[in-house]
């Protein structure tokens, strides 16, 4: 395992960040290292958006000087030791290059990129700066449920296990975000699926994939066929040496979202994320029994994505490693585009 490890910044040090995107996800992350992300500070921002910037000037209280609309400036920018992107995929690997080759440490979220050569580039940039930090966002693996599966996996808990069954749901947004969005987030499997790529292959040990297998419908956003998306996505994927993993993704939920992995092996079983209850309340009364749901991905997530950030921290500072690594997310890539291949042959495709 290649570790990602910096050890060019001081334990003692605060790190001086910068995010570019302040979307539907850059907004909540960069609220978290404007509040309440230790060892940062957050001291710029980049959108094309100037409604974005006035949010980032207004609510985060970064300097209007160092709110830029420039990305070529914004990474120019001395007085930065990290940059966060959290910009449409398509731009992650270009961008992830240009922060690197201007000597900053940058977190990139997932996924890596949409096709192999873009990711291959940033492998070969980031293996020529190896003192910075590169890090994608596989938020799951730091969640503090899915580290207690991966721990008693680890443990053998389960034996040896073999098959991943995984599913990343969002309840339905009648306003069709995710039509708007599927251009450039490289459809179902590689925007949703992904994790639960990453997930199969962490909890499975790595394997190499071999082939892929998928299908899908579109059952409410007819708009997604113009792109060659679908709303609801099934794959299985084949792995060397026996495992499996069968995926689902979906757009279109009705009451909420349902992220739900198990992983089966050959003295037992985990199950992580069943039922999507929001809290812990139960309730019960004439019409039965039943609990609020989750509405959205970082509801869900929210503490996972504190650590996530606060690994990324601790990593630029030099103060512990990272197990994540590029290669990791290369291989995502690798598997989600197998995956979207036989979404459009309708043919098993090799990875
Ligand atoms: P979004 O479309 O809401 O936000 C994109 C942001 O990037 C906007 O603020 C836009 O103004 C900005 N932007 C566009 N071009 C730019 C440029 N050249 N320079 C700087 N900023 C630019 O998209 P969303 O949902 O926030 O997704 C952004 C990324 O986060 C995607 O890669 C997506 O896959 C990832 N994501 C990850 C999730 C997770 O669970 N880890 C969940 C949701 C999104």
Redesign the pocket.
Known sequence: VTEVFSTHSTVDGRLRIGI????????RHAEALAFSTRHVDLVAA????EA?RDFAGRELGIAADRLYSD?DA?VADPNLDAIV?????S??AD?AIAVLKAGKHVFI???LALNLPDCARVLAVAAEHPQQVAMV????RFDPSYRNAAAAVEAGEIGRPFLVRSQTCDKNDPDG?FV??AP??GGIFM?CS??DIDLARWLLGRPKALRAFATGTIVLHPGLAACGDVDNGLAIVEFEGGARAVFYASRTLAHGHETTTEVIGTAGKLLVGEHAARDRVIRSDASGVGHAVLGD??ER?EAA?AHEMAAFVAACRGVAPLSLTLSDAMEATRIGLAITRSLQSGMPEAV
């Open positions: 570019a995107g302040l979307g539907r996800l850059g907004r980049c959108s094309p958006v974005e990305f914004f992107l959290v910009t449409p995929t731009l992650h961008q979220e997932k996924p966002g596989f938020v799951r975000f708007r969005f450039t987030s925007d992904v994790h991905f970082h997530f994505f």
